[in-house]
Structures are given as structure tokens and as C-alpha cells.
């Protein structure tokens, strides 16, 4: 069974631009949650999609926004690139949204430098 | 949310076994406790996780106190491969896909 899938591994930006990145849940996850992590602040939760509807977010400015599709594929983006959005952006899946039955399975992640 | 306390990091010898202590003081009845770890240069893995009683799965044993305060990652037989960022994390039952980790301990195995 294949794992979560991002794409690109790598990414370079100028401050200003925007960037798109993508997520391929596990098949047959209807859950989609977007993870930053960076040095400084670990891991820090971006948003969640449950079947196209996003079902939380986490303390981020409105520059980060995302979408999930109706095959599950999700992606996030970020407008305005600014120097601080150099992370690693992480996509986890899910079958639920339940605490106890649906651990998260995550991707290797996306690399953002913003130069 | 409840938070949880790990140590900074820990050392133990290949093919010894690893216990690696969280606690949470504050839990709740409904909170589950997860345990997720980071291997360098790849996205967090899902370890184990339970609700009052002890678990057993092919990677690893949750110690669960009986106050449910505090909780004991165990792996049996430590590895260089295990040599990674381990998270204690606590979940509501009915909680989105919103995990809030912390600093985690880092677990360095030595041959």
C-alpha cells in the first residue's frame, strides 16, 4: 500500500511569491492535515480536511490556505511568501477523524526555502 | 489541552531495552495517549496508543500508570534505527487531526 506522497521534495522562493504544494493521502483516508515544522517552533499544525470541508485550523495567517479535492488529494498554499515560511511542511492522512482509531500517517514532507 | 513532559533526550545501548517516560498530569478521561517518532529526514511515524490499559503492538509497549498520569514508552530491544525524535501526544476521542506535539525526547542508540 503506498504511503502519503508530497510533492515537490524541494522547493525554492522568493519573498513575494506564492507557492502551491501537494498531498497524496494513503488510498481510501478521507482525512488530510498539513503540519509546518521549523526549528524554532517543532511541529505546528496548519489545517485539516475531512471529504472537502475543512474541519479545523490551526494559529496561522490567512497567507496559508488550502483545499482538498474529491478523490481526498489535498493541497496547501501560501501567498506572499515571507522569510519566516522556510520549513518543512508536512501532510498526514487519516481514515477518520477520531482521536483513538486513526493515527496519522505522514509524508517525508515538502523542504520551503524562502530566500 | 493537556500538555505532556518529556525529557530533552536519552542514551541507551543497542539491543538494550528503552524507557522512555512522559507525563501528563493533567489528562482527561476521554484523552488518549499517542506516541509518534521522527526518524531524521522523514515525517513523523506512528508508534502506539492507548487509553487505561497497557498495549503491545510488533514495535513497542505503552506503559500506562494507573492514575494515568504518566506514561512509559518500552522498546524491547533498542536499535540504531530507532535512534530518532520520540512525541508524547494526547488526543481527545473525538478530535480532529489537530495534533499539538512538543519538544519530544531525542533518543540516540550507540553500537
Excluded at chain 1, 54 to 78: C, D
Excluded at chain 2, 39 to 55: A, D, K
Amino acid at each position: 500500500k503506498a504511503g502519503v506522497t508530497q510533492t515537490p521534495r524541494y522547493l525554492i522562493k522568493t519573498r513575494g511569491q506564492q507557492v502551491t504544494l501537494s498531498c497524496s493521502p494513503i488510498s481510501g483516508h478521507r482525512s488530510v492535515s498539513w503540519y509546518q515544522q521549523t526549528p524554532g517552533q517543532g511541529l505546528q499544525f496548519l489545517f485539516e480536511y475531512f471529504s472537502e470541508t475543512q474541519r479545523n485550523k490551526g494559529n496561522f495567517p490567512g497567507r496559508f490556505s488550502g483545499r482538498q479535492f474529491s478523490n481526498s488529494r489535498s493541497e496547501m498554499n501560501v501567498s506572499t511568501l515571507e522569510l519566516g515560511d522556510s520549513a518543512l511542511y508536512l501532510c498526514a492522512s487519516s481514515w477518520g477523524t477520531g482521536g483513538a482509531y486513526s493515527p496519522l500517517h505522514f509524508g517525508n514532507g515538502t523542504r520551503l526555502t524562502v530566500t | 489541552d493537556a500538555k505532556t513532559t518529556q525529557p530533552n533526550s536519552m542514551e541507551s545501548n543497542e539491543e538494550e531495552p528503552v524507557h522512555l517516560p512522559c507525563n501528563h498530569s493533567t489528562i482527561s478521561g476521554t484523552d488518549y495517549i499517542h506516541w509518534y517518532r521522527q526518524l531524521p529526514s522523514q515525517g513523523p511515524e506512528y508508534v502506539i496508543h492507548g487509553l487505561t490499559s497497557n498495549v503491545n503492538n510488533r514495535m513497542a509497549s505503552l506503559a500506562i500508570a494507573e492514575d494515568r498520569k504518566s506514561s512509559t514508552l518500552i522498546l524491547h530491544r533498542a536499535t540504531l534505527r530507532d535512534a530518532a525524535v520520540y512525541y508524547c501526544i494526547l488526543r481527545d476521542e473525538g478530535s480532529q487531526g489537530n495534533l499539538i506535539f512538543g519538544k519530544g525526547t531525542k533518543l540516540s542508540v550507540k553500537p
